[in-house]
T-cell receptor
Framework: GAGVSQTPSNKVTEKGKYVELRCDPI?????LYWYRQSLGQGPEFLIY????????DSGLPNDRFFAVRPEGSVSTLKIQRTERGDSAVYLC?????????????FGPGTRLLVL | SQKIEQNSEALNIQEGKTATLTCNYT??????LQWYRQDPGRGPVFLLL?????KEKRKERLKVTFDTTLKQSLFHITASQPADSATYLC????????????FGRGTSLIVHP
C-alpha cells in the first residue's frame, strides 16, 4: 500500500475485555514500531520489531500488553483485561531497515476507549 | 533516559510571520534530532532531521537549528500560512546509539489569516 494502515480506526470496549489492534506497514519495511499517545502528549514507545522478532519490548507497560508479527509484515497489538487507563491512541510506524536516523512512517492510529 | 521539553502553550501568530518553536533536552547530547508535524486525528509526519555536527538545516520554508551547548533546537517556519497550523513534535534517540525516538509533547501552532 501507499502508507501505513491501522484497523480499526476507533475501538470502544468495556473494562476487562480483550482487544486486538492491527497494523499494516509499508510493503518492504522490515522495522515496525508501536507507540501509545495520550491526549496532549507525544507518542510513547511500546515495542519494536525487526522482521518477525521483537527486538525491543522495553516500552510495554505490563504483561497485559503483547504484540506479534508472525510473517514479518502485519503486526497485531493485543491488550488483555483492558483498563480505563489504557484509553489512548495507539500508533504504528514502519521504516525500511530500522537503522538509526531512518525516517519512520506513521499510520493514522487506533483510538481506543475503555469504558 | 532523555527528557524533552516543548512549550505546552499554543503559539498563535499572524499569517506571513515567522513561527519559532523550541525544543530543549536534558541529559546526553544526541547524535541527531528530528521534527515531526501532527494534524488532529493523524499520525506524525517526518519533516526534518538535523545531525549534531550541523548547525542549521533548511527545507523550503522550514529551518531547524541545533545548539548542542544550549541543548536546544529551534524550528522556524517562515511566511507562515493557516495550513501550517498543527502540532509540531521534536524527537531524539532515547539513548546513545538508540534507534528508538523519544518524543516531546509537542507545541500547537495556530496561524491566523
Amino acid at each position: 500500500g501507499a502508507g501505513v494502515s491501522q484497523t480499526p480506526s476507533n475501538k470502544v470496549t468495556e473494562k476487562g475485555k480483550y482487544v486486538e489492534l492491527r497494523c499494516d506497514p509499508i510493503s518492504g519495511h522490515t522495522a515496525l514500531y508501536w507507540y501509545r499517545q495520550s491526549l496532549g502528549q507525544g507518542p510513547e514507545f511500546l515495542i519494536y520489531f525487526q522482521g518477525t522478532g521483537a527486538a525491543d519490548d522495553s516500552g510495554l507497560p505490563n504483561d497485559r500488553f503483547f504484540a506479534v508479527r508472525p510473517e514479518g509484515s502485519v503486526s497485531t497489538l493485543k491488550i488483555q483485561r483492558t483498563e480505563r487507563g489504557d484509553s489512548a491512541v495507539y500508533l504504528c510506524a514502519s521504516s525500511l531497515r530500522g537503522a538509526s536516523q531512518e525516517t519512520q512512517y506513521f499510520g493514522p492510529g487506533t483510538r481506543l476507549l475503555v469504558l | 533516559s532523555q527528557k524533552i521539553e516543548q512549550n505546552s502553550e499554543a503559539l498563535n501568530i499572524q499569517e506571513g510571520k515567522t513561527a519559532t518553536l523550541t525544543c530543549n533536552y536534558t541529559n546526553y547530547s544526541p547524535a541527531y534530532l528530528q521534527w515531526y508535524r501532527q494534524d488532529p486525528g493523524r499520525g506524525p509526519v517526518f519533516l526534518l532531521l538535523i545531525r549534531e555536527n550541523e548547525k542549521e538545516k533548511r527545507k523550503e520554508r522550514l529551518k531547524v537549528t541545533f545548539d548542542t551547548t544550549l541543548k536546544q533546537s529551534l524550528f522556524h517556519i517562515t511566511a507562515s500560512q493557516p495550513a501550517d497550523s498543527a502540532t509540531y513534535l521534536c524527537a531524539l534517540p532515547a539513548s546513545g546509539g538508540s534507534y528508538i525516538p523519544t518524543f516531546g509533547r509537542g507545541t500547537s501552532l495556530i496561524v491566523h489569516p
